[in-house]
Nanobody
Framework: QVQLAESGGGSVQAGGSLKLSCKAS????????LGWFRQAPGKGREGVAG???????TYADFVKGRFTVSQDKVKSTVYLTMTSLEPEETAHYYC???????????????????WGQGIQVTVSS
């Protein structure tokens, strides 16, 4: 059972930055796909960014150039650095793991079996 725990959320003004962290127990496995997702009030969940065990990344078009996904294998942690945040990006952000479909292309099509509880990010105008 993969354990995931997000931290680093909070409130920020429009144009500001936040860095989310996710402590993930996947790092004892050989290969993995980790992802960040978000869900705004009244909306469906959407993929934000993903990273594989070899460091390959993918991003949603609406965050390219502003968000960066990275990982520190020694700390068993994946990060989402968010800059130039906009009020409409207020949402609950989730970290998820996929140990079955580990290629980066699967981030957009595969089901993630393990999820963290999520953390709130609020962007005020």
């Amino acid at each position: 059972q993969v354990q995931l725990a997000e931290s680093g959320g909070g409130s920020v003004q429009a144009g500001g930055s936040l860095k989310l962290s996710c402590k993930a127990s996947v790092y004892t496995y050989g290969h993995w796909l980790l992802g960040w997702f978000r869900q705004a009030p009244g909306k469906g969940r959407e993929g934000v960014a993903g990273i594989t065990s070899d460091g390959t990344t993918t991003y949603a078009d609406f965050v390219k150039g502003r968000f960066t996904v990275s990982q520190d294998k020694v700390k068993s942690t994946v990060y989402l650095t968010m800059t130039s945040l906009e009020p409409e990006e207020t949402a609950h952000y989730y970290c998820a793991a996929n140990l079955r479909d580990k290629a980066i292309s699967n981030f957009w099509s595969s089901s993630f079996s393990s999820w963290g509880q999520g953390i709130q990010v609020t962007v005020s105008s």
